[in-house]
């Protein structure tokens, strides 16, 4: 009887206990990816209740988690990011705190009831959600702890441990965290959004955070070649089999010769690519300039969003830029066609006309790089 206690049912040696820790941790995270994140958060899959309600019955084993907190603060977070409302925000909190007390601020939000109360629409009600994974919600991380001492005797314990451990670290500190701090960009969203590998696999994909940040509702976050998204993989195969069905994926405009000169396509596949066409502009206009002329700033303050620059630093920019006229008519240019892009303008005749007038400024100024780009700012498709 000690020795069951011990050993536990089901003995292994040191390489399948890692094997079936990694195993059960990796399923915690495929079922934030999948289920809290992409399929109730943001409604980009539909996945079968047979499998949404494994989904739900995991994270309640495994994190005590409930829907309605994790989907209500991840919302909360896009709609604020990197503001003071923003629950986790790294340029708020610091990169230290949200890594190492990512799970004391995901609590200290999940108690702050109007934000639970607004963002958290269209989650379950049903009545296992109410009685069981809300009324109850610590009682399965019980039953996880008393399973594993059964099943593994002491390493239990450890297998626990670890489990609990998982999602704060990786989940909270690191896609909050990390993903906001350490890594490359594809797109120049409103936030400081990285991606933090191009191969998304120890988060299930969560590592390709800007691609994310840049288009919020895709169901896919691997938007480059090279790039690689494990959950994507999992919806995929869970697709095959009738469990999941993809709702939206993100646009991928492409360039290419423009023989209609429709302005109707043409103002619908630049909102459409909008991301992308401020995106080129700043690597392929705005950055070869900023090179050359060795610019003594971050490249980031210029190719940023101009409404969250502080008033210091726009005061820092342009003092600069009063030494470069070449950089600052380019860094004006960007930010009026950051705004044209982003404006409200409903009737696509106003927007083609606004357009045409940011592209005749433009064209007078003889820089080659700028030239290039009003060619390809007519030849975006979206497929």
């Not at 899959?45 to 907190?69: G, K, V, Y």
């Amino acid at each position: 009887m000690l020795e069951t206690l011990i050993h536990g049912l089901i003995p292994l040696n040191f390489i399948e206990y890692a094997i079936y820790t990694l195993v059960v941790t990796h399923i915690t995270i495929v079922a934030i990816t999948l289920y809290l994140h992409r399929g109730v958060c943001h409604s980009a899959i539909d996945i079968h209740p047979i499998l949404s309600h494994f989904f739900r019955f995991w994270l309640w084993l495994t994190t005590s988690m409930r829907t309605a907190d994790w989907v209500a603060i991840h919302r909360k977070h896009h709609a604020k990011v990197e503001t003071s409302d923003d629950p986790h925000s790294p340029a708020v909190y610091g990169i230290n705190k949200v890594i190492l007390q990512g799970a004391d601020l995901y609590h200290k939000e999940k108690n702050n009831k109007e934000t639970i109360e607004k963002y958290s629409q269209n989650c379950p009600q049903d009545w296992i959600e109410e009685r069981v994974y809300t009324g109850r919600n610590n009682l399965g991380i019980l039953l996880l702890f008393i399973l594993n001492i059964i099943l593994f005797g002491t390493v239990g314990i450890i297998i626990w441990s670890i489990q609990m451990m998982w999602t704060p670290i990786f989940a909270a500190g690191g896609i909050n965290g990390a993903g906001h701090y350490w890594g490359y960009r594809n797109y120049n969203t409103n936030d400081d959004s990285t991606n933090m590998s191009p191969v998304g696999i120890i988060i299930g994909g969560e590592e390709l955070h800007n691609n994310h940040h840049a288009y919020p509702t895709a169901a896919k976050f691997s938007l480059r070649p090279w790039e690689f998204d494990i959950g994507w993989m999992y919806i995929k195969i869970f697709g095959a089999i009738g469990l999941c069905k993809v709702k939206r994926i993100a646009p991928m405009p492409i360039i290419q010769k423009n023989e209609n000169t429709d302005s109707k396509l043409i103002a619908q596949s630049l909102l459409q690519s909008k991301l992308a066409v401020i995106t080129d502009y700043t690597q392929k206009v705005l950055k070869p300039a900023y090179q050359k002329e060795k610019f003594k700033l971050s490249f980031k303050l210029l190719a940023d969003h101009p409404q969250r620059l502080s008033e210091h630093q726009e005061n820092k920019i342009n003092t600069l830029l009063e030494n470069s006229s070449t950089l600052n008519t380019i860094y004006i240019l960007k930010n009026r066609l950051h705004e044209i892009l982003h404006s409200r303008q409903t009737k696509h005749e106003q927007f083609v006309e606004t357009l045409n007038n940011w592209s005749n400024e433009a064209k007078g100024h003889g820089i080659t790089a700028l030239d290039d780009f009003l060619v390809r700012l007519r030849s975006y498709k979206v497929i």
